[in-house]
């Protein structure tokens, strides 16, 4: 069983509007948790990192959340804008050597 | 500054040929990861080198996988012979630090076709 699920598996939005993206984990023992956008034929890019100790991050229009209680993060797009049209990817840092565990990611589509 | 690179992009190889990959990573990272995504599956972790070391090859499916980082620069990996299931996306990441804190920066992939 995968220690990273995610949800939904795909979504379609309209350019301009907001969305999240859910995630959870049972990576143990668990270091951070991670969110990386790819784009299609090209490798994953990050965009936040968490400590079980961190709440929330932003980046520009993203912003995560992380419960370590519950063990969920979520990931929150702001303004939606087609550059947005990505997989987006939760990971789990298990111990400190960083060897990333992936969820399956979900495929975002931002429509004019 | 150059970011990762892989190469080939992609190759198509016959069951039973050898195939090997190429990673180069960011200059100074002494840390590089390989992963591989098979077709509707999650992105997996297959090894990790600290410069020339292996570190943690417990993601390798088999031994028909071979990776190496001589020197401590560049890494390749080789499988020999491919299978059917060996098809998918191959990225390779380099990171200053072993993890905690530390970016992963990943490169485009190698997508590799074994027919």
């Known amino acids: 069983k995968n220690q990273v699920e995610q949800s939904p598996q795909s979504l379609i939005i309209l350019e301009g509007k907001n969305c999240t993206l859910q995630c959870n984990y049972t990576v143990s023992p668990f270091s951070n948790l991670r969110w990386y956008k790819q784009d299609t034929g090209r490798g994953p890019v990050s965009l936040t990192i968490m400590t079980f100790s961190e709440n929330t991050k932003s980046n520009g229009r993203y912003t995560a959340t992380l419960d370590a209680d519950t063990k969920q993060s979520s990931l929150h797009i702001t303004a939606s804008q087609l550059s947005d049209s990505a997989s987006y990817i939760c990971t789990g840092l298990a111990g400190s050597w960083g060897k990333l565990q992936f969820g399956a990611g979900t495929q975002v589509v931002v429509t004019p | 500054e150059a970011g990762v690179t892989q190469f080939p992009s992609h190759s198509v190889i016959e069951k039973g040929q050898t195939v090997t990959l190429r990673c180069d990573p960011i200059?100074?990272?002494?840390?590089l990861y390989w992963y591989r995504r098979v077709m509707g599956k999650e992105i997996k972790f297959l090894l990790h080198f600290v410069k020339e070391s292996k570190q943690d090859e417990s993601g390798m499916p088999n031994n028909r996988f071979l990776a190496e980082r001589t020197g401590g620069t560049y890494s390749t990996l080789k499988v020999q012979p491919a299978e059917l299931e060996d098809s998918g996306v191959y990225f390779c990441?380099?990171?200053?630090?072993?993890?905690?804190?530390?970016?992963?920066?990943f490169g485009p992939g190698t997508r590799l076709t074994v027919t």
């Open positions: 200059s100074g990272h002494d840390n």
């Open positions: 990441a380099s990171s200053q630090g072993p993890g905690l804190g530390y970016e992963q920066y």
